[in-house]
C-alpha cells in the first residue's frame, strides 16, 4: 500500500492503481469485507482510478468504502466526513455539481464536529468545499479556501502539499473573479512546493495548465477593456 501511495504522490496513476488492486485482493482474501484495511485499500483504488480519469469506477469503489464506513463506524465518524469527501470529488469530475456540493457540505460538516475546526483534515474538506462551490458561487468559494489555505497553514506548514494544494485552488477561483494579479503570485508559489515535493517537477504539471490559463484569463480580461 505504502508503494502504491508513493507512486500516486509521484504521478504514476498506472502504477498506482495496479499496486492498489494487488492490495485489495490480498486484503479481501484474508480480512473480512468490513475490516478497516479493506476500506482503507477500496478507498486508494477508488483514487487511483479517480486520477486516471475512470470515474464509474471510481464512484463505484469509493461509495462502497462509504457504505461501509458508515456501518461499521456510524454516520458522524470522522472517517465517514473523508469518504464523502472522495465521493464528492467524483460526483463533481463528471459534472454532478449540485450532487457534489451537497457531499462536500455534509463532509465538512460531519468533520468539524468530530475533529474541530483546527484539524488538519478540515482543510482537506474546505479544499474540497470550494472546488464544489467554485461553478456555483464563487464568492463563497473564495472564503472557503482562503479559510482552507490559512488552516493548512497553520496546522501543517507551508511546505506541506496539502498547502501547496489550497494555493492552487485559491488562484483558480482568484482568477474566475478576476484577481489576477493574486492568483499569479499564489500559482508561482504552488508550482514552487509541487516541484520540491515531485523531485522531477512531474507533481507541477497541473499547476502549470492552472497557469496558462490564468493568463489566458487575464488576456482576455485586458482585451474586453480595450
Known amino acids: ?81 473523508l469518504a464523502l469527501r472522495n465521493l464528492a470529488l467524483d460526483r463533481l469530475a463528471r459534472g454532478a455539481g449540485r450532487e457534489a456540493l451537497d457531499l462536500a457540505e455534509r463532509a465538512l460538516a460531519i468533520g468539524e464536529a468530530a475533529l474541530g475546526g483546527e484539524h488538519p483534515d478540515v482543510a482537506v474538506l474546505l479544499n474540497t468545499l470550494g472546488a464544489a462551490q467554485r461553478r456555483i458561487d464563487g464568492a463563497a468559494a473564495e472564503g472557503s479556501l482562503r479559510r482552507a489555505l490559512a488552516l493548512s497553514r497553520r496546522t501543517r506548514g507551508e511546505q506541506h502539499p496539502g498547502t501547496a494544494l489550497s494555493l492552487q485552488r485559491l488562484a483558480e477561483v482568484l482568477t474566475d473573479r478576476g484577481g489576477f494579479e493574486e492568483a499569479e503570485e499564489l500559482l508561482a508559489r504552488a508550482l514552487t512546493l509541487r516541484e520540491a515535493g515531485a523531485g522531477d517537477g512531474a507533481a507541477g504539471d497541473d499547476v502549470l495548465v492552472a497557469r496558462g490559463e490564468q493568463a489566458l484569463a487575464r488576456e482576455a480580461a485586458e482585451a474586453a477593456r480595450r
Do not use: Y
Request: hydrophobic fraction near 45%; proline fraction near 2%; charge should be positive.
Open 1 to 81: 500500500q505504502n508503494l502504491g501511495l508513493l507512486a500516486l504522490v509521484r504521478g504514476d496513476r498506472v502504477g498506482a492503481r495496479a499496486l492498489f488492486e494487488r492490495v485489495l485482493k490480498i486484503r479481501e482474501r484474508r480480512l473480512t469485507d468490513d475490516h478497516p484495511d479493506v476500506i482503507a485499500a477500496l478507498d486508494n483504488l477508488g483514487t487511483a482510478h479517480h486520477r486516471l480519469g475512470a470515474l464509474a469506477e471510481a464512484e463505484a469503489l469509493h461509495s462502497r468504502a462509504l457504505e461501509l464506513l458508515q456501518a461499521r463506524r456510524g454516520p458522524r465518524h470522522a472517517s465517514v466526513a
